[in-house]
């Protein structure tokens, strides 16, 4: 990168998972951990800020969103818990983004540099590509040999989850909090609903890696 970014964690705590270090160092940025009452006190200091959102601290984004704003090139990531993601309400004023806290590190790193350096060439590590299927994280875009797929978000969200934690089985139960991100009212049998929908626009090829596990639920196999 030609051009250098200051990224701001903000914790209350101020300890931050190892694997913002390593995609910091990775991405080479200057990484910086803040409390959130210092961050709305020099918000300009930083080109993105990343802060974690919990059900303690959902409904109090209006703040910090003003802040960035009057800052004027602020950006904002989101690591969504996934029982707080139905009460989030994400910001309008400011280039921002969102991942739940259980995303993989490559999907994290891709929200990171497209906030980053926006409409500049995708890095290799955005996208995914396992047999004739790609997947840009970056975008949330899916190609099949070489052909768009229509995925809704909640489609693209199960796969993405499910490739990028392979060889782990999920029960249905445990999809909908990580995926959804909240109890479904339907039941979760709507995951089942949502797996048939996604290995029909993958293929026949393609699909046989969404594993069915008896007695338990679903498993991306690589």
Not at 57 to 83: I, K
Not at 108 to 118: D, H, K, S
Request: include cysteine; charged fraction near 25%.
């Amino acid at each position: 990168m030609a051009h250098r970014k200051t990224v701001y964690f903000v914790s209350d705590t101020l300890k931050s998972p190892d694997r913002y270090n390593d995609i910091a160092h990775d991405l080479d940025v200057t990484f910086e951990c803040s409390s959130y009452q210092n961050l709305l006190a020099s918000p300009a200091d930083a080109d993105l800020v990343i802060r974690p959102i919990t059900e303690a601290n959902a409904d109090a984004l209006g703040e910090l969103e003003n802040a960035l704003a009057e800052a004027g090139t602020v950006s904002l990531l989101l690591v969504v818990e996934p029982e707080a993601m139905s009460r989030t309400r994400f910001p309008v004023r400011i280039p921002c983004d969102f991942v739940s806290s259980e995303a993989g590190s490559a999907e994290l790193e891709a929200r990171i540099r497209r906030l980053l350096w926006p409409g500049e060439e995708a890095h290799s590590g955005d996208f995914l590509t396992i047999d004739s299927m790609t997947i840009n994280f970056s975008t949330y875009q899916v190609q099949v040999d070489g052909k768009p797929v229509d995925f809704t978000y909640l489609e693209y969200a199960l796969l993405a989850f499910l490739i990028t934690h392979p060889g782990h089985a999920y029960s249905r139960d445990a999809l909908l909090r990580r995926v959804w991100g909240f109890e479904y009212y339907g039941g979760s049998r709507t995951v089942d609903v949502h797996v048939r929908r996604v290995r029909a626009k993958l293929g026949p090829d393609v699909s046989e890696r969404l594993e069915t596990v008896r007695g338990v639920g679903y498993m991306w196999n690589m």
